[in-house]
């Protein structure tokens, strides 16, 4: 039997990762589910018979590589995120795959096979940080979701994700105001679940409620003095960064 650990803070993600599994190999037992990586520390310094790690990279209370810069990991990694800045430190924490989201199962059963074949060698594959390179001059598979679907009384209806002005949540529901300044429900459960399926050179999480869409940016003013407001074409309403995004937003919103 295949121990794993699944490190992931989002259940529907948690969720792909376990149905995937159980298509790829029944021989394997998903002996944990971690959210955080408090409880992640906790939990692997416990237990050391594990045979391979699942894990997101950005977690509800901090980042995964303080985990694996914590406690010394034996078992291989395999990364999931929809972020891919951190290539390098994944390959130097034991990762030996970095699957960008949303991933396929084909793309899956590929780092799957990898990790079988690590196994059945019982070695490491030394050629992973020559591997990286080659995969940073590779074109990234992700794609980005270009309509979103509604549900109204009428039926469903779609809205094109370039006409979206920013996506908020609402007491964890989640809306999409339009270039017309028109609200829409989504059936999503997170807006982290959104920032993985959108472009995040054309959108990008201002604070924990909002996820704007830099086309709509009409103008941008000091806040306070760690934060910025935001002004919105065609909304009245400005919406403000959170004082840890602000320094990100003025990097990302110069791209």
Not at 47 to 52: E, F, K, R, V
Not at 73 to 79: A, D, E, S
Not at 105 to 123: G, M
Not at 228 to 247: E, H, P, R, W
Request: overall charge neutral.
């Amino acid at each position: 039997m295949i121990r794993i650990v699944i490190i992931e803070d989002e259940i529907p993600a948690r969720k792909k990762l376990k149905r995937f599994l159980e298509e790829i190999d029944n021989s394997t037992e998903v002996i944990a589910e971690i959210g955080t990586v408090s409880e992640a520390i906790e939990f692997l310094k416990k237990n050391n018979s594990i045979d391979l790690i699942l894990s997101d990279i950005e977690l509800q209370d901090g980042n995964a590589f303080e985990i694996y810069q914590e406690l010394n990991v034996l078992c291989p990694i395999i990364f999931t995120t929809a972020y891919n800045q951190f290539l390098m430190d994944a390959f130097e924490s034991n990762g030996i795959e970095y699957l960008l989201k949303p991933f396929s199962f084909e793309r899956f059963k590929k780092a799957w096979d990898k990790f079988l074949l690590l196994k059945k060698s019982n070695s490491v594959d030394d050629n992973l940080l020559s591997k990286l390179t080659q995969l940073l001059n590779q074109p990234t598979e992700k794609t980005f979701k270009n309509r979103f679907s509604v549900n109204s009384s009428k039926g469903i209806h779609f809205i094109q994700t370039e006409d979206i002005l920013f996506f908020t949540a609402e007491e964890g529901v989640i809306f999409a105001i339009d270039k017309h300044n028109q609200k829409h429900l989504l059936n999503y459960s997170s807006l982290k679940e959104i920032a993985q399926i959108v472009d995040d050179n054309q959108f990008f999480r201002i604070n924990r409620s909002e996820v704007v869409n830099k086309n709509f940016i009409e103008r941008i003013q000091k806040y306070s003095k760690n934060a910025l407001s935001i002004k919105m074409k065609s909304y009245d309403k400005y919406l403000v960064t959170s004082q840890s995004n602000t320094a990100m937003f003025r990097v990302w919103i110069e791209k």
